[in-house]
């Protein structure tokens, strides 16, 4: 792929493959990912567990040692390419260009250091600024986040928050400065529903205020149609379906998707006496099926006479922004949606 | 805080009176369970030849004879408000606390502790600081360079340093760097404040044998803890942040990787000063340790009973700077 | 000779020749200056010159106490006889040495110029009466003197109340006797016990922390047990009343407790002038000395004086046959090499040195003082048949843990003994306690049951009552720090010891001594091993460096340093 | 029957389920199994020399509610609200402070542990961690086994064939009898604990968040379990939960906590459709919708802040301080749980979708509750209509 | 639907088993935790070695009359005849080392180093092995008791511990092998300085294991599977025997490794101390300390047991790094 043009899209990833050398194989946690992402719009990445949604982020903020991640593919944000660029390149681009908000806030704000100071020096790294100036900053930023007296609040330690104040605290570390491109990976999910429905505000309003483009990570397809403004379904490392959230909520065309809303209980719907559950468990990463990967836990794949074990499906147009990887016709899997799936759920 | 420091200085003194009981269990009550009789203890303490007379004479002085607890109370009474002895032509007073007098060498015990811990204290500091240095900076190389040849070679240093006895080492090395080759002077000890060039110029042999042992620890402890560390959640937000990498080991990694090791720090540094045994015997140094060997050597009781307690002291004490700086280091503890 | 100007002190190089110290003086100087390092492997046990029993502590504290009587500071023979130093001569006999006469020299100072008077001496050797609390020094006074009852001057603060010592005016002092002795005299010289002490400077056990000077140095500062101490000279001591004696270093820097192959090491580069213990290098120093020429001309290798023997205890091995199995096995030729060959002494044929006035060289009665012999199996077996155990037997031997040369001799004679049948547990103790508490301790002997082990002598004085006595007579097994751990308690030997008492003629005593040595031997209470040579070196900026016959080593009092 | 490993046919409780679901569940009205009175568990903050208790934290501070045999109670709140330390409290895991627990018309607040063993075997629990609810150096032969060997239970064909029909009944394949845990999956993890859980045949189980560790996929395969066995086996549950989306799947009641306390219990339906404490509401209205369509439409209750430290909670209504409806009242008088609608309590001064008179009714409560506070007579719970 | 039956080798966590247990797909069959590391641990060429060594030195050990037999001449007999008497060094030059005498010769008495060696090792590892188990006997017990019960009993013991770890263990072995007598509890001689020592050194160095099982099992019991087991009634002993302990052998295994150097090389300075094991029993430490006084004349009798400790020591501690690697890749 000699000829690689810069994309016009604020972020491309194409063909993204990050790869771990273990002692029993090679983990292909990501495995050809391709996706777009404009600014001010949100991409909301869901999968199960293991699925590689971590490690796409990561690997996009370049965080992964070469040494051990194998990583090939193109990853253009902004016009540059990172995958090839120099560590020290990517590092001068993370914070500034990108942020990132973690998991669990409390593991990932250093324990020694207070809040404050860990604001501030993300803020000196990138801005020639005195300590006087950056601790205004950080006051401000913690303020911008909804934590009440952030001029008291800025001298406190990670563990002196709460979990939805650590939580606001890291977006405000991560938002301090301006970053283009901000990856959430699962924000909410160690924070309860009433704190996670706040940070949710907090990041649609930050995102109208700095329209930045945002990935949120989650497995809560909830969270996901709350907030994202498009869909990216991953698989074993895998995209196996990309829409917008309208068509992937009331057209999905992946049977893993239809898998993943008839495993949900809904708050909205009647109360179903039973969930649809997808059987079995994910596959291991080191041993993918051959062809789809979803195939020996589809209920559907023994409807393509074996090209789900023996062939890869692409990620075919189905509709505009709409694409699946499936081998069965879009005509069948329409059918299947609305007879079988749409009226359980 | 202040309640916290009342605590752990009342267990301190609890710790004290325990391990000063255990003492004296062990030198009076086993010596008497092997058939030890207490003239024979009292023989002891009574030269070349003695007369049945003098044997009395000494137990009597040391009250041999009575029950174990009536002379552990003696002894704590001294430490608490002092006591005499009388050597014959004088009586000599030895004042609070009073760990006690040496029959043996004709000296309170007290007045010989101060007299070798400067000594110990110079050696162990030394030696401290030289391997805090070395066996962190190696450890923290060898974990960011896992793997490589640095690190195999440093570890199987690291290795070799925990292998071999440190009175092999200290023999052979005195040997060669001070004999054969003439690169040192002999050791020995000055006082710091009459000639720090002196002082340092005659140690230095003895430091570096006591840091190679705990610099090599010291190395695999920090390279495991700064393995662990690496991992850390906060790492990553460190270098999601794009802080250059240094700062992300010196600030962050390096920071966390050290305050565990700060307790194993406080408990060896605590129990080297309390005497270096073999260190002091290999090169002669005059400190803590020698005085012990030798009082336990010379069943020169008073002497040991005092190094045993200066040297659970220094322990305690360690232990308990060590608690008060983790509060310093580590704002969880502070708040908690 | 060299004098020196070898300032690296690096090496032995122009030391003079090997055994150039033995019988003259090596490098005689007179010069002024230096500091003379002085060290010792262990702790010195006490610096009091009334409490301390060594051969090189008497030679050590003449550097800062006289004494009544003391050995001429000569090369040769002449340095074993008596010589006056405090006093003006020997000592005159009368009441048929009952009562023994000494003269002082006038106008001698102590180190505050104040003058040494004869009530100084018998306040020194009153002091010694009490074991209590100068336990470490010889009993000879208060086993002679006639003073019933007396208790020191500790727990009797008048001191008419001693009778054993008058002086009937400031410089004369009358020792009273019990028995008659004769070699009164010796007594006198051999230990420090007549340096005087002036009541008022004494502090008991304490004394040996800071003795007051009469000697050409004095203390500067106390002396720290197990540390070390130094002096510096003594402007109230005057030269021209003291042949046996010079001030020549500036300083003199006394360090304990240095590790013996350290101790070696300086020694043997100069950074140390003398080990004070007097007894030689350790094995790596010997084979660097015997193995470099310019080191070996540095060194001299005379008898020190002493003899190493292995005492049976005849209460655990009462049966005189079982003994003698255990000597005709002795595997003499590795005994000997264990002490260093040749280098290390000569194999023994009697209990007494050859430098004891008067000794015979005695016969080998179970064993054979040769070169190669491994011992006498045969003969160890017969011997074993009429002891009753023909199969042998087990038992314990001690030794000093700290002393590789007697590990050695323990495991040399464990080796040969295990060919016979005789089974010995070896069983080390600390030098420190040693003669005390283990080997020395008659009660712990027997509970042990320990049957043999490692132990040395060195003469009180050079005759044969001054070395035999105090390890074959009878009366003097004493309940610790026992010197008689063969515990031989023969009637024979103790008669013969009552009878030397009272034989006037020195030549006629040698012979009774002569024939208890005999008796020892045949009745298989002692093993003789090896009669000790030392391997002294001497640095070369060591000055005025001769072998003090006495005291078997370099002669201390006179040592000068070359810058 | 062949387990099949390809997945094709279904496992045969699967198919004992179809047939029982409409067989209609026995909803509440049977008999009470477990009743909760007053339950309380102040855990002692200690300080100083003499380990003085210096404050508590009131994890559970006095809840009351009744499972009757056959339903599936849920409890749901927010994280730290006291859920878990009720469901081990409940096990006897945990020492009550105050409070009665009675199972089966026993008393068993306080009874030993000896005393207590027998009853065991009636009250199980489910953990919700499958990681570290398994011993990782045992079989699951011996995991799943323990409960017979310490019930001292002589089983008929041996404990190796009872351990493989609860695995097969869990959906395990038997032959996986000698394997260790970690061999497993999350979902197939939980199952093992589900089957040592069953193994005694308990009347009560209680589950403390038995799906929220797991994905999706998984959760929906557990939670269709627990259902199935419910059914078969004829077991009562307490479900612990704080997805409140799952509760409402399994639950035939539900209680909601805020800080120790139940604020509210009422019929799934009920409580679903007409929440009347603003806390359920608010609760309510701040799980995500997996719909964007109904993204904009939401009006939408944002509660401010945390929850409070169960250390030192707020005065009275513990709610007060995040409540948008709170009044003075609210900071002075404890709202008691009172019952507004038949088989729905609710404890607030301002409740929703509740009669008009509902404030008379509550304040009329307090006033009655205060009396009885005074008096130490134990608390009632208000039922005003009888009309039901 | 029921899963099909399948090991994943993606858990969220990364779980190290699950990754592992995810390659050989094919084996159904049960595979401990405990086999587990040993197929991690063969990967370990290094701990391999150490292993190897040890095992070697444990065989040579137990057959040391048989190898001596083979290879050398009896460890007590003396070869005087190839020593110098004056010097006391071995005539022939490096310390006459030949097919013969495979070591070479001690100084002095001439014995035969190599079988010295051999018998050495003997008494090196059994008081390396025994001490050790005295310490995790000791240690396993209190620490679990300790860290099961809590409350004053596991202050009063982590108190022991911090009174045991400010002892100074050299002094009281001193002064304790000082005193031991030549018969008692029917051992005499080496036998009974040994169990004393054994049992000293073992008493003495408890704590280091008796704190980290505490540790460990603090936090196993919070684990979830000690409430089942008391959900399901069981007893204190059934939790510690059953539940806790079979999750502490990996780290007291460990840590065993780890202490048995320390142990071996705590007998090498009792000796250089002089108060090891007696003579004529060879035992490296106090063959080293000997040596220490002839490395002049023979430089030989210090290299070869300072390498004997040395390689045996590493050995163990190569093996230990490598066990704590293989059963808790965390720690790495
Ligand atoms: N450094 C690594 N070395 C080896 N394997 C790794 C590494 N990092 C991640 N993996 C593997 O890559 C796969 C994808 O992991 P990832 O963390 O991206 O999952 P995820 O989708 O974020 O899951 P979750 O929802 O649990 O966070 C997993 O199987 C994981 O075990
Ligand atoms: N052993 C204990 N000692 C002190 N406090 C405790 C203890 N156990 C629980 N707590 C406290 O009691 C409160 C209630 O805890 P509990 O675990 O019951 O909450 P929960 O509702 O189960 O929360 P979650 O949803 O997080 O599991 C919390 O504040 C907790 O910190
Ligand atoms: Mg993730
Ligand atoms: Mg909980
Ligand atoms: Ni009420």
Redesign the pocket.
Same mark, same amino acid.
């Given at each position: 792929m000699g000829e690689s043009t810069p994309p016009t899209a604020f972020l491309e990833v194409r063909d993204l493959r990050i790869g771990?050398q273990?002692e029993d194989g090679l983990?292909k /946690?990501?495995d050809g990912l391709t996706f777009s992402l404009e600014r001010g719009r949100t991409l909301g990445i869901v999968?199960? !567990? @293991? !699925?590689?949604? /971590?490690?796409? !982020? #990561?690997g996009i903020m370049g965080l992964?040692n070469r040494r051990?991640?194998k990583m090939s593919g193109e990853i253009w944000l902004d016009g540059r390419e990172l995958v090839g660029a120099s560590p020290d390149e990517v590092r001068r681009l993370r914070g500034r260009h990108m942020a990132m908000i973690f998991?669990d806030p409390l593991s990932s704000m250093h324990p020694f250091y207070t809040v404050g100071a860990q604001i501030v020096e993300a803020y000196r790294v990138h801005n020639d600024v005195g300590k006087k100036v950056a601790r205004k900053h950080a006051i401000d930023m913690l303020g911008r986040v909804g934590i009440p007296r952030p001029d008291r609040r800025v001298d406190d330690y990670p563990h002196q928050f709460s979990g939805g104040m650590r939580q606001r605290a890291m977006i405000a570390m991560a938002l301090s400065c301006d970053p283009e491109l901000l990856i959430a990976?699962?924000p909410t999910t160690a924070l309860d529903v009433t704190v996670q429905a706040q940070i949710l505000d907090l990041l649609r309003d930050l995102q109208e205020e700095f329209n930045s483009a945002i990935i949120m990570?989650t497995?809560d397809l909830g969270v996901v149609a709350e907030l994202s403004d498009d869909i990216l379904v991953?698989y074993a @490392?895998r995209s196996v379906e990309q829409a917008t959230v309208e068509d992937a909520f009331h057209r999905p065309m992946h049977p893993y998707t239809w898998g993943l809303l008839g495993s949900m209980p809904r708050l909205d719907r009647d109360r179903s006496e039973r969930l649809m559950p997808i059987k079995g468990t994910p596959p291991? #990463?080191i041993n993918v099926p051959v062809g789809c990967a979803f195939s020996p836990r589809c209920a559907y794949a023994g409807l393509n006479e074996g090209r789900s074990e023996s062939e890869r499906p692409e990620l075919r147009e189905v509709g505009p922004g709409h694409r699946v990887a499936c081998h069965l016709p879009v005509e069948r899997r329409r059918e299947i949606w609305e007879s079988e799936i749409l009226p359980k759920l | 805080m202040i309640a916290f420091l009342v605590r752990r200085l009342i267990g301190a003194v609890a710790l004290l009176v325990i391990i000063s009981m255990v003492t004296f269990g062990i030198f009076f009550l086993l010596p008497k369970a092997a058939g030890v009789s207490s003239d024979d203890l009292a023989s002891r303490f009574a030269g070349k030849s003695p007369t049945p007379e003098t044997v009395q004479a000494i137990k009597e002085r040391f009250g041999f004879d009575d029950p174990v607890p009536i002379q552990y109370g003696r002894f704590v009474k001294a430490i608490v408000a002092g006591d005499e002895y009388d050597t014959g032509t004088t009586v000599i007073e030895c004042p609070a606390p009073c760990l006690g007098y040496s029959f043996r060498t004709n000296t309170s015990v007290m007045d010989q502790l101060i007299d070798r811990i400067p000594v110990t204290l110079s050696l162990v500091v030394g030696a401290a600081v030289i391997w805090v240095l070395v066996g962190v900076s190696v450890g923290v190389l060898s974990a960011l360079r896992r793997g490589s040849v640095f690190d195999r070679a440093a570890m199987a240093v690291a290795l070799a340093g925990v292998s071999l006895p440190i009175f092999f080492t200290g023999l052979l090395s005195l040997t060669f760097v001070v004999h054969a080759w003439d690169l040192l002077p002999p050791v020995s000890y000055h006082p710091f404040l009459d000639n720090p060039l002196e002082w340092a110029s005659a140690l230095i042999l003895p430091w570096i044998t006591l840091a190679f042992l705990y610099a090599a620890m010291y190395a695999r402890l920090t390279r495991a803890g700064m393995l662990e560390t690496m991992n850390e959640d906060y790492i990553r937000t460190a270098r999601a942040k794009g802080l250059p990498e240094r700062t992300v080991i010196t600030r962050h990694a390096l920071r966390a990787t050290l305050t565990p090791l700060l307790t194993i720090f406080g408990l060896d540094l605590g129990l080297l000063l309390g005497g270096a045994v073999l260190t002091e015997q290999t090169f002669s140094l005059k400190g803590l340790g020698a005085l012990s060997l030798d009082g336990v050597i010379g069943s020169d009781l008073p002497v040991v009973l005092g190094t045993v307690m200066v040297a659970a002291l220094f322990i305690v004490l360690a232990n308990l700077i060590v608690d008060l700086l983790y509060g310093a280091i580590d704002p969880r503890v502070r708040h908690s | 000779a060299c004098g020196g100007g070898d300032d690296d002190g690096g090496d032995g190089n122009g030391g003079g020749v090997f055994n150039g110290a033995v019988d003259k003086i090596h490098n005689p100087s007179d010069t002024k200056g230096g500091t003379l390092r002085m060290a010792i492997s262990s702790d010195i046990d006490s610096t009091d010159p009334g409490n301390m029993y060594y051969a090189w502590s008497n030679n050590f504290t003449r550097l800062y106490s006289r004494q009544l009587l003391t050995y001429p500071a000569k090369p040769g023979d002449e340095s074993l006889k008596p010589a006056p130093d405090i006093a003006e001569a020997l000592g005159v006999a009368s009441d048929g040495n009952k009562t023994w006469t000494y003269k002082l020299r006038k106008g001698l100072k102590y180190e505050d110029g104040t003058e040494i008077k004869a009530a100084d001496i018998k306040y020194a050797v009153a002091r010694t009466f009490d074991r209590g609390v100068l336990r470490n020094g010889p009993s000879y006074f208060s086993q002679m003197l006639d003073a019933e009852g007396y208790e020191g001057p500790f727990k009797d603060k008048n001191l008419d109340n001693f009778k054993g010592v008058e002086t009937p005016d400031d410089y004369t002092v009358v020792f009273k006797l019990k028995e008659p002795f004769a070699e009164f005299n010796e007594v006198v010289t051999f230990s420090g016990q007549t340096a005087p002490v002036p009541a008022a400077k004494d502090q008991g056990e304490r004394y040996g922390l800071r003795p007051f000077s009469s000697g050409p140095f004095k203390w500067e500062g106390n002396y720290q047990p197990g540390k070390g101490g130094a002096m510096v000279p003594n402007p109230h001591w005057d030269a021209t009343t003291d042949p046996n004696r010079k001030q020549l270093p500036a300083k003199i820097e006394v360090i304990a407790g240095l590790e013996a192959q350290e101790l070696d090491n300086q020694l043997l580069k100069g950074q140390i002038h003398v080990d004070l213990a007097g007894t030689g290098v350790q094995e790596n120093a010997r084979s660097q000395i015997l193995q470099d020429p310019a080191l070996k001309n540095s060194s001299d290798n005379p008898p020190g004086g002493f003899a190493w023997y292995i005492p049976i205890n005849v209460k655990n091995i009462p049966n005189v046959e079982c003994r003698r199995a255990i000597v005709w096995a002795a595997d003499r030729d590795a005994m000997w090499r264990a002490y260093g060959g040749a280098v290390g002494g000569d194999m023994a044929t009697s209990v007494q040195p050859p430098d004891i006035e008067g000794r015979e060289k005695g016969t080998d009665h179970f064993t054979k003082a040769q070169i190669g012999y491994k011992g006498d199996v045969n003969q160890a077996k017969a011997a074993l048949q009429r002891c009753g155990q023909p199969n042998g037997f087990s038992t314990t031997m001690v030794y000093r843990s700290d002393r590789p040369k007697e590990k050695a001799t323990a495991e040399a004679l464990q080796q040969s003994l295990s060919l016979v049948g005789i089974k010995l547990n070896l069983k080390g103790y600390p030098a420190s306690t040693y003669t005390n508490d283990q080997f020395g301790s008659p009660s712990f002997v027997a509970k042990e049951k320990i049957g043999l082990g490692t132990y040395g002598w060195h003469a009180d004085w050079p005759t044969g009552y001054g070395y035999l006595q105090a390890i074959s007579d009878g009366d003097a097994i004493v309940p610790s720090g026992n010197a008689n751990p063969s515990e031989l308690d023969d009637k024979q030997i103790n008669d013969l010891w009552d009878q030397s008492l009272k034989v006037e003629d020195p030549a006629q005593r040698a012979k009774i001594y002569n024939q208890i040595d005999d008796r020892i031997r045949s009745e298989a209470a002692i093993l003789p091993n090896v009669y000790a040579r030392s391997l002294l070196f001497r640095p070369s900026s060591l000055t005025n460096v001769f072998l003090h016959e006495g005291f078997g080593m370099y002669n201390y009092s006179t040592l000068g340093v070359a810058k | 029957m062949s387990t099949s490993q390809t997945g094709a046919g279904t496992a045969p409780t699967e198919d004992v389920a179809v047939a029982a679901t409409e067989a209609g569940r026995p909803g509440r009205g049977g008999e009470p199994l477990l009743q909760v009175d007053g339950l309380g568990k102040h855990f002692p903050v200690t300080a100083g020399l003499l380990r003085r208790q210096v404050a508590a934290v009131k994890a559970v501070d006095g809840v009351s509610f009744t499972v009757h045999k056959g339903e599936t109670l849920g409890l749901v709140g927010e994280s730290g609200c006291g859920k878990t330390t009720t469901g081990r409290m409940v096990m006897r895991l945990l020492e009550p402070s105050f409070g009665r627990i009675t199972f089966e018309g026993h008393d068993i607040t306080h009874l030993s542990q000896a005393r207590m063993r027998p009853l065991r075997r009636d009250l199980q629990m489910i953990f919700q961690d499958p990681y570290s609810s398994l011993n990782p150096r045992q079989t699951v032969g011996a995991i799943v086994g323990a409960p017979f060997r310490l019930q001292g239970i002589e089983t008929k064909k041996g404990a190796k064939r009872a351990v493989q029909e609860l695995l097969e009944l869990v959906g395990l394949n038997p032959e996986h009898y000698n394997r260790y845990p970690h061999e497993f999956s999350g979902g197939q993890r939980q199952r093992i604990g589900i089957a040592r859980t069953l193994a005694l045949k308990p009347k009560l189980i209680i589950a403390d968040e038995p799906v929220s560790a797991l994905?999706v996929s998984i959760q929906a395969q557990v939670v269709n379990l627990l259902e199935d066995l419910q059914d078969e086996l004829d077991l009562t549950y307490v479900v612990i939960a704080h997805d409140l989306s799952v509760v409402r799947h399994i639950a035939d009641r539900v209680a909601v906590m805020y800080l120790g306390k139940i604020v509210e219990i009422a019929d799934r339906n009920d409580l679903y459709a007409a929440p009347m404490h603003p806390y359920t509401n608010a609760l309510l209205s701040a799980v995500p919708i997996p719909d964007p369509a109904k993204r904009k439409g939401r009006d939408r209750i944002r509660l401010q802040g945390d929850v409070p430290s169960p250390l030192d909670p707020p005065p009275a209504c513990r709610f007060h301080t995040r409540c948008w409806k709170a009044q003075e009242i609210c900071k002075q008088v404890e709202p008691p749980l009172v019952e507004l609608r038949p088989g729905h309590q609710t404890a607030c001064h301002f409740p929703e979708n509740a009669p008009a008179d509902a404030t008379e009714l509550v304040a009329q409560a307090a006033a009655t509750h205060a009396d009885a506070a005074a008096t130490g007579e134990p608390l009632p719970v208000h039922k005003i209509r009888d009309d039901d | 639907m029921t899963a099909p039956i399948e090991v994943s080798?993606? *858990?969220? *966590?990364?779980q190290p088993e699950a990754?592992l247990a995810g390659v050989g797909k094919k084996a159904i069959e049960g595979r401990s935790l405990g086999r587990i590391a040993l197929l991690r641990l063969r990967r370990d060429k290094v701990a391999i070695a150490g292993g190897v060594v040890i095992i070697l030195l444990i065989v040579f050990a137990a057959a040391a009359p048989l190898v001596v037999k083979l290879l050398g001449h009896p460890p007590n007999d003396f070869h005087q005849e190839f020593i110098d008497p004056t010097l006391g060094a071995p005539t022939k030059p490096l310390g006459g080392m030949s097919g013969d005498f495979l070591f070479g010769l001690e100084p002095g008495n001439g014995r035969d180093l190599f079988s010295r060696i051999v018998y050495g090792a003997r008494v090196s590892l059994l008081i390396g092995f025994l001490a050790t188990l005295v310490a995790v006997l000791i240690g396993t017990t209190l620490g679990v008791i300790a860290g099961y019960f809590g409350g004053w009993v596991d202050s009063l013991i982590a108190r022991a511990m911090d009174v045991f770890l400010a002892f100074p263990l050299l002094l009281f072995a001193i002064a304790v092998v000082g005193v031991i007598p030549n018969e008692k509890w029917g051992l005499e001689g080496n036998g009974l300085r040994m169990a004393v020592l054994v049992f000293i050194i073992g008493f003495f160095s408890w704590p280091y294991i008796g704190r980290i099982v505490r540790g460990q099992t603090l936090s196993l019991r919070e684990r979830e599977f000690v409430d089942a087991a008391r959900s399901m009634g069981a007893r204190a002993p059934y939790i510690i025997v059953r539940e806790i302990l079979p999750n502490l052998v990996a780290p007291i295994l460990v840590y065993s490794t780890l202490l048995i150097p320390t142990n071996i090389l705590f007998e090498a300075a009792l000796s250089f101390l002089g108060v090891g094991i007696s003579p004529p029993t060879p035992a490296w430490g106090s063959m080293l300390a000997d040596a220490i006084g002839t490395y002049r004349i023979a430089p030989h009798f210090v290299v070869v047991p300072g390498l004997a400790i040395f390689v045996t020591v590493m050995a163990f501690n190569l093996f230990g790094d490598g066990l704590r690697d293989a059963l808790d890749p965390r720690a790495r």
């Open positions: 771990f273990t983990v /946690s990501v999968g199960e !567990s @293991g !699925s590689g949604k /971590s490690v796409t !982020s #990561l992964y051990n991640a998991q990976d699962e990570i497995h991953m @490392g291991s #990463l | - | - | 994905d | 080798g993606s *858990e969220g *966590e990364a990754v």
